[in-house]
């Protein structure tokens, strides 16, 4: 084995290891990995700016000039990226038979790891830092062709992570706390204590509330409703509250069962003698489905939970429907 | 402490005051004005009822169904998903012509409404405990004679003892009168009386609270106010 070919098995290796890292941080996931490969083309970056010489500011010129200064530097062939303009979009094909990311590709998506395409993701990033807007990647279903395809689009960047940024910890730009499941249920027994009648109202309108200000947050950077739940599901799944699965979707008529599986809030309901008989008890949980749900279908919709772990079910089932029913 | 064996009403502070909760098959007299918030317990106990994932079958004989619904809604129960699920049935004792399969006419007797209620309570088998309000009982017992009311009374709540529902019965003060209420009274496992309490000028609403075959608990009274999002608040315990 050459050295060279040495350093790219490392590479990918490095690449693999990040994206197992990202699947088990809180918050982690693609945003993790991206944000990592980010700081490395600007690290690269920093090292060949010289030979960095787009003929304009637009996306596609500087995909161009990106690509031209790492053949420079004998890292890629300029010739196996093609870029074409349609409309805001710049589409890229990429030439997987050169690929030396083709290890750690094919193994993450094995193994159902977050997974990135650092070639197509340094465009999207040279692109957001001389363009003046925010680009967002979209990458093509991976297949056995030899080309993959993907294309960069102005959009907010959605910025989710954990972070400690000087003595605090960050989440999507705000200071955040980490509260245990423990801590957390002796703040809601204290609840219960003095004020039993408003512990349902409480957590279902703070989540309802916060909930509605999260979709407000991100709800331009999908392209449809269905995509934007997803998403939203998937983040707080990501923070270990609950995984949930949508098992019906009918948007047209504004139905739709979201499962919930590891339920925090059932565990502290029931860990912390709040029930005086067993019964459906996220009320958090629908607070936070009514107010994706209203936002994304764009009326009050309500949310109804007929199963609950806390009931000794084996999920928590919630439907979703309008209120006006 | 957590019971799967007993019901609740839902509301703390009367929850409290009932300890381990009611058996399946007690009934429950709640007698008041007008306007004092029976309805208002009766649809937390309809939200008690789905979230402990038992069957419901509302008697609307005050307000039609419809309206009930909108009451569920407003303290935080869509009653939608639970009708279709079969679990929340209403009676239509209300409408002046018929709405439909579940529908009882005053002008009917009252061996038709035990006859439609059996049958209800028999289509429900699905595997949960069923609980049933009356919504108000004592308008279904308008013009009717005294005789009639008890052995009715009598024949129903046994009937629903033995098949282990819990009744939940509303009783407006001024529809019947007093003898009634107390033949009536000692049918019942628990009686909640809701009245107004203070001055004339300043009411407060208050409800007294007695259980009266077994004697488990004394008789308590609560003051509350009517929330319009939660429902019944209890604000102040004075249990002797």
């Given amino acids: 084995m050459s050295k060279e070919e040495f350093l790219f098995k490392y590479l990918n290796s490095v690449l693999l290891g990040v994206s197992q890292l990202s699947d088990t941080v809180p918050m982690g996931g693609k945003n993790y990995l991206e944000i990592t490969c980010d700081n490395s083309f600007e690290k690269m970056f920093d090292q060949y700016k010289n030979s960095f010489n787009p003929a304009s500011n637009e996306a596609i010129d500087l995909c161009r000039a990106w690509i031209a200064m790492m053949e420079d530097e004998r890292f890629c062939d300029k010739n196996d990226y093609e870029f074409n303009n349609e409309g805001d979009f710049v589409k890229i094909t990429v030439n997987k038979a050169n690929c030396f990311y083709n290890e750690y590709c094919i193994e993450a998506r094995e193994k159902n790891l977050p997974v990135v395409c650092p070639r197509m993701l340094s465009c999207r990033w040279i692109a957001t830092k001389f363009s003046g807007r925010q680009y967002q990647l979209t990458t093509e279903e991976f297949s056995d062709t030899n080309r993959c395809m993907g294309a960069i689009y102005p959009e907010e960047t959605i910025s989710e992570i954990l972070s400690v940024e000087g003595d605090n910890i960050t989440f999507a730009g705000e200071r955040a706390i980490v509260l245990s499941t423990h801590a957390y249920g002796i703040l809601i027994k204290t609840i219960y204590n003095y004020a039993p009648h408003l512990l349902e109202r409480v957590l279902f309108e703070s989540t309802y509330y916060s909930s509605l200000a999260q979709y407000e947050r991100i709800k331009n950077n999908f392209k449809n409703n269905h995509d934007t739940l997803e998403h939203l599901l998937r983040t707080i799944e990501r923070l270990g509250n609950i995984r949930y699965e949508i098992v019906e979707y009918d948007e047209l008529n504004m139905r739709a069962v979201i499962r919930g599986y590891n339920s925090y809030m059932a565990a502290i309901f029931k860990d912390n003698d709040l029930l005086n008989t067993p019964k459906t008890s996220c009320a958090s949980g629908r607070g936070r489905l009514a107010a994706y749900f209203s936002g994304a279908w764009g009326e009050e919709i309500v949310c109804e939970e007929v199963k609950c772990e806390a009931f000794g079910d084996d999920y928590c089932e919630f439907i979703l429907l309008p209120k006006r029913l | ?240």
């Fill in chain 2, 1 to 240: 402490m957590y019971n799967d064996k007993t019901g609740f009403f839902g509301i703390h502070g009367i929850d409290n005051l009932i300890g381990e909760g009611l058996t399946y098959g007690s009934q429950i007299m709640i007698k008041g004005k007008s306007g004092v918030g029976k309805s208002v317990l009766a649809s937390q106990f309809v939200k008690e009822t789905m979230a402990c994932r038992d069957n419901c079958i509302y008697v609307c004989c005050d307000e039609s169904p419809k309206e009930m619904r909108s009451y569920l809604k407003q303290y935080g129960l869509h009653p939608l998903p639970y009708e279709e699920a079969g679990r929340l049935i209403f009676i239509d004792a209300y409408s002046l012509e018929p709405t439909g399969k579940n529908y009882f006419s005053s002008e009917d007797g009252l061996e038709k409404y035990l006859s439609l209620e059996k049958k209800v309570i028999e289509n429900m088998q699905n595997g949960y405990r069923t609980r049933i309000v009356v919504d108000s009982l004592s308008t279904l017992f308008l013009g009717r004679d005294q005789q009639e009311i008890m052995e009715f009374h009598r024949y129903r709540l046994k009937l629903l003892k033995k098949l282990n529902i819990i009744a939940m019965d509303l009783m407006v003060d001024e529809v019947l009168d007093e003898s009634m209420f107390k033949l009536s009274a000692h049918l019942y496992d628990v009686i909640i009386n809701m009245y107004y309490a203070g001055t004339l000028e300043r009411p407060i609403r208050a409800l007294h609270l007695g259980k009266m075959k077994s004697g488990k608990f004394d008789s308590s009274q609560l003051f509350y106010s009517i929330d319009p999002n939660i429902g019944l608040i209890i604000t102040q315990n004075l249990a002797s």
